[in-house]
């Protein structure tokens, strides 16, 4: 009888241990797409001034 109550608390475990991974993966890839998305204006607001740099000369 001991057996079982520790195999269930275990098989509990093992069910949560994936989804934690993925709740850490989702929060990572959003985190990766905010930073790209700042990436991406900041390039370009320089791609502007740069061609706005050279259409002046």
Known sequence: ?????TAAAGGSLVGVIPMIILLVIFGLGIACMILFIRFATRAIKALDIYLAEKTRR
């Open 1 to 5: 009888m001991i057996m079982s109550e």
